[in-house]
T-cell receptor, first 114, second 114 residues
Framework: AQSVTQPDIHITVSEGASLELRCNYS??????LFWYVQSPGQGLQLLLK??????LVQGIKGFEAEFKRSQSSFNLRKPSVHWSDAAEYFC????????????FGAGTRLFVKA | EAQVTQNPRYLITVTGKKLTVTCSQN?????MSWYRQDPGLGLRQIYY???????DKGDVPEGYKVSRKEKRNFPLILESPSPNQTSLYFC?????????????FGSGTRLTVV
């Protein structure tokens, strides 16, 4: 069955510190992988996506993610966090099976300390 | 500006009173979807549509209806709302089903059923 696990419900990092948000997925075929960010009271915004090619993908706002097939992971990273990065982050997996259903993880809420 | 527009943003209704949440996109996207977001559960797909007059159930379709008579519009209908449908609802659209197209999300509709 298709699923996405984000092991951390919330994470707190200091401003300027590096960030890594974890995501593990289960998918029977070649997955498309996504990270979305949701600021309070807002809809979700696509940060980056992986569908083929280079396993290290760059996104908006200075984020990057690395696809590791052997570990079924797609972790999100940022070298230096800014206070404006405080938000909820969702990992998602989809593909060409089952009518392009996209499955979302439960989310990780990021808190940034001054 | 490319966007997905949902209305209303906030809605309080009583049990059993039919309601419709509208969703419209201006990007000529083929694929549209409705999600509900509940704390700790992430986003769960209610219904999706791959094109005009083509709709299918997602993971939590019970108590909801949709229609896709025009490409740009994808309303969500609750024929007889119940308190367990109190949630934050998002409409999303995508350019297609291949190559990992990501979603563009609306700003959300917060529904309370009393």
């Amino acid at each position: 069955a298709q699923s996405v696990t984000q092991p951390d419900i919330h994470i707190t990092v200091s401003e300027g510190a590096s960030l890594e948000l974890r995501c593990n997925y289960s998918y029977g075929a070649t997955p498309y992988l996504f990270w979305y960010v949701q600021s309070p009271g807002q809809g979700l915004q696509l940060l980056l996506k992986y569908f083929s090619g280079d396993t290290l993908v760059q996104g908006i706002k200075g984020f990057e993610a690395e696809f590791k097939r052997s570990q079924s992971s797609f972790n999100l990273r940022k070298p230096s966090v800014h206070w404006s990065d405080a938000a909820e982050y969702f990992c998602a997996v989809g593909g060409n099976t089952g009518g392009f259903k996209t499955i979302f993880g439960a989310g990780t809420r990021l808190f940034v300390k001054a | 500006e490319a966007q997905v527009t949902q209305n209303p943003r906030y809605l309080i209704t009583v049990t059993g009173k039919k309601l419709t949440v509208t969703c419209s996109q201006n990007m000529n996207h083929e694929y549209m979807s409705w999600y509900r977001q509940d704390p700790g559960l992430g986003l769960r797909q209610i219904y999706y549509s791959m094109n005009v007059e083509v709709t299918d159930k997602g993971d939590v379709p019970e108590g909801y209806k949709v229609s896709r008579k025009e490409k740009r519009n994808f309303p969500l209908i609750l024929e007889s709302p119940s308190p367990n449908q109190t949630s934050l609802y998002f409409c999303a659209s995508s350019a297609g089903t291949g190559r990992g197209y990501g979603y563009t999300f609306g700003s959300g509709t917060r529904l309370t059923v009393v």
